[in-house]
C-alpha cells in the first residue's frame, strides 16, 4: 500500500518546527496525519502509472510525496508562500513533482499544463475548505481534460456534492456538477486524524466525468445555459419554481410556456426536480424564445 513518510502527527510537528512554521486557520489549513487514509485515498484514486496529476492545496506535502510514488507527474498549486522552501524540497527530490505558487483559482490552466508537461487529467487533493466547493465546480467547468477528481472535502460538501432529489443537502450546487459528472465513491475522516483536529467532520469523494455517450446535455445545449437555469430555480428555495424564476428575471408567460412543453409542473420547488428537468426547460426556453424571436 502506498503511504506517505509525513503522515503521522510526529513527522509532521518536526517538519513544521524545522522551517518555524503553523497551521493558518485562515486559508483553511489541517495537515491529514494518518497513513490508513492515505492509503484509501490512493485505492480511490487508482492511479496506474502514466497520469499527470493534479494536486490543490498541498500543504507540506503529505498527499504529495505518495502521489509521486504512483503517478507520472504530479503538479501542485499552493497558496500558502511560506510553504514554497518545504515544496521545493520535494521537487529537489522527486524529479516527477513539481509546483505552481498562487490561488489555485487563479493559476491557469495554460500554466498548469506547462508544469505538468501536459493538462493533468486527475485532480487529487486535500482541499482547502473554505474554497473546495468552487474549486470542484470551476474545473469540471473549465477544464475538460479534467476526467476525474478525488477529494477531500467537508462532510458537508461531500453530502451536497451527491445528494439527491427533495433531500436537504440537495441544491444548485448539485445540479450544476451533476451536468459534468457522477460520484463514484466516498468513504469518511474523522477530525482524530489531521493536525489541527478540525471542528468539522471530512469525506474523500471520487467524481468522475461522463464519457460524451453519457452526457446529459443534448448535443446544442451548453452547461452555462442550463446552470442559469438551475440558479434560477433555486432563487427562492421555499418558492415554487415558477415564482422563483420569476424572481431572477424570467417573463412569466414564457415561463408557463416552458414549463408545459417540459412536463413540469410550475408549482414544483426547484430541489425536487431532477437535473434532467432542469435541462428539458433549458431547452423549452430556448425553443420558445426561438420562436418568439422568429
Do not use: W
Not at 53 to 82: K, N, W
Not at 173 to 179: E, P, Q, V
Not at 191 to 216: G, L, N
Amino acid at each position: 500500500m502506498t503511504t506517505s513518510p509525513l503522515a503521522s502527527p510526529a513527522a509532521t510537528r518536526v517538519l513544521l518546527e524545522a522551517h518555524g512554521l503553523f497551521a493558518k486557520h485562515h486559508l483553511g489549513q489541517n495537515f491529514l496525519v494518518d497513513n490508513h487514509v492515505i492509503e484509501r485515498i490512493m485505492r480511490l484514486a487508482a492511479l496506474s502509472g502514466s497520469e499527470r496529476v493534479l494536486e490543490v492545496g498541498p500543504g507540506i506535502g503529505t498527499l504529495t510525496l505518495a502521489l509521486v510514488q504512483e503517478a507520472a507527474q504530479v503538479v501542485s498549486v499552493e497558496m500558502d508562500s511560506s510553504l514554497e522552501p518545504i515544496l521545493a524540497e520535494h521537487a529537489a527530490s522527486h524529479p516527477n513533482f513539481t509546483y505552481l505558487m498562487g490561488d489555485a483559482l487563479q493559476v491557469s490552466a495554460h500554466e498548469i499544463a506547462q508544469a505538468a508537461g501536459g493538462e493533468p487529467t486527475i485532480l487529487v487533493a486535500n482541499l482547502p475548505y473554505n474554497v473546495a466547493a468552487t474549486i470542484i465546480l470551476a474545473y469540471f467547468q473549465e477544464r475538460p481534460a479534467l476526467k476525474t477528481a478525488v477529494v477531500m472535502v467537508q462532510k458537508e460538501v461531500a453530502d451536497r456534492i451527491g445528494a439527491h432529489p427533495g433531500t436537504k443537502a440537495y441544491g444548485a450546487y448539485t445540479a450544476k456538477l451533476a451536468l459534468f459528472g457522477r460520484v463514484a465513491g466516498r468513504f469518511e475522516v474523522p477530525p482524530r486524524c489531521f493536525m489541527p483536529a478540525p471542528h468539522v467532520d471530512s469525506a474523500v469523494v471520487r467524481i468522475e466525468r461522463y464519457e460524451p455517450h453519457e452526457s446529459p446535455l443534448p448535443r446544442g445545449l451548453h452547461a452555462s445555459d442550463v446552470a442559469q437555469v438551475i440558479d434560477a430555480g433555486f432563487l427562492q428555495r421555499r418558492k415554487t419554481i415558477r415564482n422563483s424564476m420569476a424572481a431572477a428575471g424570467f417573463d412569466k408567460a414564457q415561463l408557463d410556456c416552458a414549463f408545459a412543453a417540459a412536463g413540469i409542473h410550475p408549482g414544483a420547488r426547484g430541489e425536487t426536480l431532477e437535473v434532467s428537468d432542469f435541462i428539458r426547460l433549458t431547452k423549452a426556453l430556448a425553443l420558445g424564445a426561438g420562436e418568439h424571436a422568429s
